[in-house]
């Protein structure tokens, strides 16, 4: 970036939705690549990895920047990318392949198979049981702890007093 030139921060919950919609994943075509070290020790914090990353340039002068974008839009979900670092550099040095075209594409493509496995995931879960569930955990108390236990068709939660 130029020297004098001003970047526009982007907000927190704008980072926090792409990265829930990237699945903690690069959005790179055939990447995947997972965006968090696990703590190899107790006293140890996870760390993300990950870069979210500008699809048309939050300043004038980046790479792919679009005059007609507003502020807002610049700084929203929809023109970021959540990649890991390689990728991240890649996108704004190799301008030629990464166009705009190319990332909206990827982003969606990526985007869409995240929602696809974690809905695959949740099988039929309703929404009302989930929100049961949750109920019951949120009012179980300090008293009660949960503990889970293998069984031949699946997981249970039991309770334990």
Known sequence: MAQGSVRDRVPLAQEKVVIARSGNKCAYPSCGLDLTIDPQHSGDQPKATGKVAHIAAASPGGPRYNASMTKDQRGSAENLIYL??????????????????????????????????????????????????????????????????????????????
């Open 84 to 161: 890991c670092g390689p990728h991240h550099d890649a996108i704004d040095s190799q301008l030629h392949h990464h166009t705009t075209a190319f990332l909206l594409d990827a982003k969606q493509s990526h985007e869409q198979a995240v929602e696809r496995a974690v809905r695959s995931a949740l099988g039929d879960v309703t929404y009302e049981e989930l929100e049961v569930v949750c109920t019951v955990i949120a009012n179980l108390g300090q008293s009660w702890r949960l503990s889970w236990s293998s069984r031949r068709n699946g997981e249970r939660c039991s309770e334990l007093r």
